[in-house]
């Protein structure tokens, strides 16, 4: 029975950080995805000479 409830709290506790994983993934692409846009953003500001 001991063993049983070992890896029962073992799975659960590798699906949590299968979950997180996965997140922090998708949280990495969209921070990607961001800086790629504030780069983007940051040039077209500096090309065309625009000031505040």
Known sequence: MNI???V?????ILLLVG???QAL???LWV???L???AVIA???RS???RSR
Not at 8 to 12: F, G
């Open 8 to 12: 029962v709290i073992v799975a659960i």
């Open 25 to 27: 993934q998708f949280l």
């Open 31 to 33: 921070g990607a995805v």
């Open 47 to 49: 090309l065309s000479g």
């Open 19 to 21: 979950g997180f994983v």
């Open 4 to 6: 049983f409830v070992i």
């Open 42 to 44: 940051w040039a077209i």
């Open 35 to 37: 800086l790629v846009i």
